[in-house]
């Protein structure tokens, strides 16, 4: 399949339509200031550009595809990054432009999101026109966005934003419900927390309704001034990259690095910026060698979550940045996710709301029998009672049917497909930009439904959206493993352990590898992943059945056997038919697994 590599990332697709997030940025009054002071107004929009604007764009995921020189277009593939980078830009410009009121440089930014058809460099469509005519009805410093975006934003970032009701736009022949952002819910964190301790209030700002971390400044030991900017460009590049983990909240280093030599607790540092997670570190220096450390705090119990030590030579400084930088990212998501679990279960019931009793089903799923299942899927029925366009949920209970279909739980088998198909395609309506989300459903609509076309695609977009995320490599080689594409789903499932190696759904991806690696002859190793899967979760059908046909197709007869009678004492009525019918798979993903299976004398009804 064209787009995906078996030793690159998944680039992304080029030609045709596709969903994308666009902000049309316009600069108010640019004629009158160019009279006023025309060299004066370019130098400040240059220096606006280079310091603030453009870092912002990069920093978000965003790619300047037209400039009129008062006016930028710029899309995003994330309708959070875009509206995250306006926010910023539109926050920080009166910081960086301190000129007089009648010559201050202010923007009016519009935001929508849809399909647009690329062009070259340039792209068109009616989402194009669209944001241009939501500027224009912007205030100066302003942000107005569609009802798409602020759809997609509502739960997710903690903004607000004001109706301005259907508005009839030039040369859009439909009224477009527009909304604008309410001033007082952009006011940075910093300028929040700074409030806080120049008024010398206790009150802790209120917490994000999803997990929070703020990066602080690392210490420099080494008492080297030049180490500073060592250790500041690592907390930079690591609050790029835990920016982009999208279920998480992270704070901006502008506010994070104000405590500075500041000697404060974790807890009110936490408090005062309104997180749960404080992640802190120290550089130090010897001789030509240099050691980072970092440890990741839960400020209300002021318990070490995690803490690692990173070693290596300054020679190669920027290699070492990144190895740093990746390996904190990496380690941080799945981290918090666990310690998100065990703070749910210390929370009353009674006071759970749709991403709590998400994380409550999270265990279940993981111990994989049919009573964890069905207790998973019963507390995400409560969380989708509570917010039916949750998307996380709705891709989980897709994701819980699969499994179920896939242990023999379901009887007829593919009864419930319809339903898998339709929960997945949900998930991806309520929220088209979560990678793991569309991973999930990637492998749904793969799985549940032998939708191919459609499902080969979104395994690729997840991965080109969530770079980082284990789960959504993991379910998108589902996806291409189903759609027949067997050496990309290696490298996908691959990439997936080598970025989350204790992975509690690891038995899962080991799972899908181990299918995988029959498929393309690879028997020996398949032996090798199904057993590490199955020392995983015991449990797992899926693993017993593949490591029994691959034992099998290596001339392990006696072996084999034995692996098929653990998996029938889970299944006993399991049959070549029942595995068809609940996998209507490419003909070429099963085919070496029948095989195998057959030769074990497994039978056809």
Same mark, same amino acid.
């Given at each position: 399949m064209a787009g995906i590599a078996t030793s690159d990332p998944i680039g992304r697709p080029s030609g045709g339509r596709k969903l994308i997030a666009v902000v049309h940025a316009d600069m108010v009054g640019y004629s009158r200031l160019i009279g006023l002071d025309d060299v004066g107004t370019l130098d400040r929009l240059r220096s606006l550009r280079s310091g603030l604007i453009d870092p912002a764009i990069d920093e978000h995921g965003g790619r300047i595809v037209n400039t009129g020189g008062d006016s930028l277009l710029i899309v995003f593939d994330s309708v959070d990054g875009a509206v995250r980078c306006a926010v910023k830009v539109q926050q920080q410009i009166p910081v960086h432009d301190g000129d007089s009121a009648d010559q201050?440089?202010?923007?009016?930014?519009?935001?929508?999101?849809?399909?647009?058809?690329?062009?070259?460099?340039?792209?068109?469509?009616?989402?194009?026109?669209?944001a241009a005519r939501l500027q224009a009805e912007c205030p100066p410093g302003g942000i107005c966005v569609s009802r798409a975006v602020r759809e997609h934003l509502r739960g997710r970032l903690d903004l607000i934003f004001e109706e301005l009701g259907p508005l009839k736009l030039k040369n859009i022949s439909r009224a477009v419900e527009t909304f604008v952002l309410k001033p007082n819910t952009a006011a940075t964190v910093q300028e929040l927390a700074e409030r806080s301790l120049v008024s010398n209030t206790n009150d802790p700002l209120p917490l994000p309704n999803r997990p929070s971390i703020a990066v602080l400044a690392f210490n420099n030991m080494?008492?080297?001034?030049?180490?500073?900017?060592?250790?500041?460009?690592?907390?930079?590049?690591?609050?790029?990259?835990?920016?982009?983990?999208?279920?998480?909240?992270?704070?901006?280093?502008?506010?994070?690095?104000?405590?500075?030599?500041?000697?404060?607790?974790?807890?009110?540092?936490?408090?005062?910026?309104?997180?749960?997670?404080?992640?802190?570190?120290?550089?130090?220096?010897?001789?030509?060698?240099?050691?980072?450390?970092?440890?990741?705090?839960?400020?209300?119990?002021?318990?070490?979550?995690?803490?690692?030590?990173?070693?290596?030579?300054?020679?190669?400084?920027?290699?070492?940045?990144?190895?740093?930088t990746d390996s904190?990212?990496?380690?941080?998501?799945?981290?918090?996710?666990?310690?998100?679990?065990?703070?749910?279960?210390?929370?009353?019931?009674?006071?759970?709301?749709?991403?709590?009793?998400?994380?409550?089903?999270?265990?279940?799923?993981?111990a994989m029998t049919r009573r964890s299942i069905e207790e998973a899927q019963r507390l995400l029925q409560r969380a989708l009672i509570l917010d039916p366009r949750y998307a996380p949920a709705l891709s989980l209970q897709s994701l819980l049917l699969g499994y179920s279909s896939a242990q023999g739980w379901i009887q007829p088998p593919g009864s419930r497909h319809l339903e898998i198909l339709t929960l997945a395609r949900s998930a991806i309506q309520s929220d088209p930009n979560d990678p793991d989300v569309v991973a999930g459903a990637s492998h749904m609509i793969a799985y549940g439904g032998g939708e191919f076309d459609e499902a080969a695609p979104l395994a690729e977009r /997840?991965?080109?959206?969530?770079? +980082?995320?284990? %789960? &959504? #490599?993991?379910?998108?080689?589902? *996806? @291409?493993?189903? !759609? $027949?594409?067997?050496?990309?789903?290696?490298?996908?499932?691959?990439?997936?352990?080598?970025?989350?190696?204790?992975?509690?759904?690891?038995?899962?991806?080991?799972?899908?590898?181990?299918?995988?690696?029959?498929?393309?002859?690879?028997?020996?190793?398949?032996?090798?992943?199904?057993?590490? /899967?199955?020392?995983?979760?015991? +449990?797992?059908? %899926? &693993? #017993?059945?593949?490591?029994?046909? *691959? @034992?099998?197709? !290596? $001339?392990?007869?006696?072996?084999?056997?034995?692996?098929?009678?653990?998996?029938?004492?889970?299944?006993?009525?399991?049959?070549?038919?029942?595995?068809?019918?609940?996998?209507?798979?490419?003909?070429?993903?099963?085919?070496?697994?029948?095989q195998g299976l057959r030769l074990l004398g497994v039978p056809e009804q």
């Open positions: 201050r440089i202010r923007f009016r930014v519009g935001i929508n999101v849809g399909d647009l058809i690329p062009d070259g460099t340039d792209v068109h469509g009616d989402v194009v026109n669209v080494s008492g080297e001034a030049e180490q500073d900017y060592f250790a500041d460009g690592i907390v930079e590049d690591i609050i790029t990259g835990l920016s982009r983990v999208r279920w998480l909240f992270v704070i901006a280093r502008n506010s994070s690095f104000t405590y500075r030599g500041r000697s404060a607790d974790v807890k009110q540092i936490a408090g005062e910026l309104g997180v749960r997670y404080v992640l802190e570190g120290s550089v130090r220096k010897v001789a030509d060698r240099v050691r980072i450390t970092c440890q990741l705090i839960e400020a209300d119990t002021r318990a070490h979550v995690w803490a690692d030590r990173f070693d290596g030579e300054l020679q190669d400084v920027f290699a070492l940045q990144d190895k740093v904190v990212v990496r380690a941080i998501a799945p981290t918090l996710r666990h310690a998100e679990i065990a703070r749910v279960r210390r929370k009353p019931p009674e006071n759970m709301d749709a991403y709590d009793l998400y994380l409550r089903a999270l265990p279940h799923w993981y /997840a991965c080109n959206l969530g770079p +980082n995320s284990a %789960f &959504a #490599w993991g379910q998108s080689g589902y *996806a @291409l493993f189903h !759609s $027949g594409h067997a050496k990309q789903a290696v490298f996908c499932f691959k990439n997936a352990i080598r970025l989350d190696p204790v992975d509690p759904t690891g038995f899962s991806t080991m799972g899908g590898l181990t299918y995988a690696l029959i498929c393309l002859g690879e028997d020996t190793e398949a032996i090798t992943v199904a057993t590490r /899967a199955i020392h995983q979760n015991a +449990n797992y059908t %899926f &693993a #017993w059945r593949g490591l029994a046909a *691959a @034992l099998a197709l !290596s $001339g392990r007869m006696e072996e084999g056997r034995m692996a098929l009678q653990s998996m029938l004492r889970m299944e006993p009525s399991f049959t070549i038919s029942a595995l068809l019918l609940r996998t209507p798979s490419a003909p070429s993903a099963f085919k070496r697994v029948i």
